[in-house]
C-alpha cells in the first residue's frame, strides 16, 4: 500500500470509526422507547422521534460551534452607554429555538394530557446529550412555571414561558409570544445557605419592590426575567424580577462579569449588581424558600436527566469507537475485559434513565396523588445525589474506551466530562440533597412511607433485592448525618433496581447482583461473569 503513495505521503488513514452522527438518538435506544412507554408516555413517541432524528443531526453539529465560540459581556455601548448584553453564536440562538418549539421547556405545561411531563422529560434527556449548556435557561424555564401560575398578575409571564416560541430580541415580554427565564439564587457569603443573603427588597407604592444587592451566580443572564431570593421586612422572599420594564427600558441592574467555567461553556453564567431593581414578589413575604421548592425539586429532576444524558451519549461514542477499531487483532468490541466495561457502562446508563423517566412520572401524577407527590419529593433529592455523583466517573471511563481520541477537543466526550460535574454541583450540592433526604423522612412521613411502597411493589422478585431492602429499612429508621451519604446511597440503587425489577428489564439481574449483592468493584469493568454481558451491549446501541 506504502509504495503506491507519492514520495511526500507518510502513512495511510486507516483502523478509524466512521463519524458518530447522523444518529437516530431514538430509534437507537431501546431503553428509552422502553421507559417512555412504561412511564405512561406512548402518545408521544412520534415527536419524541422527530427531537431525536433533529438532535442527533443537526444539533448534534451545531453543539461544536456553539461551545467554540463562547459567549461574550457587553457591558457598554461605542457611546459609553450602559447595555450589560451577552453575545452568542449562532448556533445557540438555532439550540434553543429548536428546543422551545418542541416543547423541551414547556411540553408539560401547554399540554396537559397524561404522560406529557414524561415525554418533556424524555425531550429534555435528548437534548441534553447532544447540547448541555442550552439545557441550563430551558431548565429554568420549565420549573418557573407552576410557581408563577399561583400569581394571577403574572400569568402572562407563566404562560409565555411555557409558550413553544423562543425570541431572544431584548423587547418587553408583551410583545414577545414566548419568553425564557433564568435564576439569581445564590450571594457570595451564603452560598447553599441562602438564608444569609444580604440582598434586599423594599416595597415600593405601586406593589412592586426595589432591590438592592448582588448575586454570585446569576444564570443564563439574557433571559427575559428572572427568580430570584432577597430579604423583605417580612423575610427571605422569592420575586420575578423582569430583564426589560414594560416601557422598554433596562431594569436597574449591572451584569459585572461573565463565570469563567470548567464546562458549560455555550451557556452564560454572570455576577449581577441590582441598584434598585423592579421585581414582583412571587408568594408571600418570608416564604421565599417555601415559594421555590417546587421550582427546586423540578430542577433536581432535570440534574438527575442531564446526568444520564451525558451517560448515554458517552456510552454510545465509547461503543461506537469500540466496534470499528481494531487491536491486537479483533475490534475492541470483542475483547473480554472491554466488553466488561462497556457492559458495565450499559448498566449504569439504564439505571439512571429508567430511574429519571419513574421519578418523571411522579411529577406527572402528583397533582391528583397525594403519594406520588410524596414519592417525587424525596426521590428527586435521592436520585440527584446518586446519578449526578456517578455521571464524572461514567464519562472518563467512556474516554478511556477511546483513548487519546477521547481527550481532544474534535471528540464530545472533553466536553461531556466538563459538564458531568456541573449537575452534582448545581441546584444544592450532594450534602444539600443527603439533608434534605434526611429533613423529607423526618418532617415528611408520607415520604418515607412513599419510598417504602415503591422499593415493596417489587419485592418477591430477586431474594438479594429483598435482603437489601430488610437491611434499608432498618437503615431509614437510625438515620444520622454523619451517614446521611451512605444511606441515600443504598436507597438510590435499591429505588433503581426496582425499576428495573418491576420493568423485567434485561439489565435487571445484573445489576442487582453487582450494585446490591456485592459482585462489583469500586471501578467500572468489574462485572461479574455473566452471559447478561452480551445483552447488555446488543441492548445499548444497535451494531
Known sequence: MMNDLPSFETHVVENQPPPFEPRDLWADDAV????????????????LAAYAALAGDELYR???????????LKTHDRFGQRIDTVEFHPAYHRLMEAAKTHGVAGLSWHETAPGAHVARAALSYLHHQVEAGTSCPLTMTHAAVPVLRRETAL?????????????????PIAGKAGITLGMGMTEKQGGSDVRRNATTATPQADGSYALVGHKWFFSAPMCDGFMVLAQAPAGLSCFLLPRRLSDGRKN?????????????????????????????????????????????????????????????????????????????????????????????????????????????????????????????????????????KRAPAFVNEAQECLGGAGYVEESILPRLYRQAPLNSIWEGSGNIQCLDVLRALSREPDSGQAVLAELASAA??????????????SNLASATESGARLLV???????????????????????????????HGLAFGTLPDSDDVAVMLDRALPA
Request: some cysteine; glycine content about 6%.
Open 252 to 388: 436597574a441592574f449591572r451584569l459585572m462579569r461573565l463565570k469563567d467555567k470548567l464546562g458549560d461553556w455555550s451557556n452564560a453564567s454572570s455576577e449581577v449588581e441590582f441598584c434598585g431593581a423592579l421585581a414582583h414578589r412571587v408568594g408571600g413575604e418570608g416564604r421565599g424558600v417555601a415559594t421555590i421548592i417546587e421550582m427546586v425539586m423540578l430542577t433536581r429532576l432535570d440534574c438527575m436527566l442531564g446526568s444520564a444524558a451525558e451517560m448515554r451519549m458517552a456510552l454510545a461514542q465509547a461503543l461506537h469507537h469500540a466496534r470499528h477499531r481494531v487491536a491486537f487483532g479483533k475490534s475492541l468490541a470483542e475483547h473480554a475485559l472491554m466488553r466488561n466495561v462497556l457492559a458495565d457502562l450499559a448498566l449504569e446508563a439504564e439505571a439512571a434513565l429508567a430511574f429519571s423517566l419513574r421519578v418523571a412520572r411522579a411529577v406527572d401524577a402528583s397533582a391528583d396523588d397525594p403519594s406520588e407527590a410524596a414519592f417525587a419529593r424525596i426521590a428527586t433529592a435521592v436520585g440527584k445525589y446518586w446519578i449526578c
Open 460 to 473: 418477591g422478585r430477586d431474594a438479594t433485592f429483598d435482603a437489601h431492602v430488610e437491611r434499608l429499612r
Open 62 to 72: 451545531i453543539g461544536f460551534d456553539a461551545n467554540r465560540d463562547r459567549p461574550r
Open 489 to 519: 446511597e443504598r436507597l438510590a440503587l435499591a429505588l433503581q433496581a426496582a425499576v428495573l425489577l418491576r420493568a423485567q428489564s434485561p439489565a435487571a439481574a445484573l445489576f442487582v447482583r453487582s450494585r446490591l449483592g456485592g459482585e
Open 155 to 171: 400569568r402572562e409571564w407563566a404562560d409565555k414561558a411555557a409558550a413553544p416560541h423562543y425570541d431572544p430580541r431584548e423587547v
Open 32 to 47: 428509552l422507547r422502553e421507559a417512555v412507554r412504561r412511564e405512561g408516555a406512548d402518545a408521544f413517541a412520534d415527536r
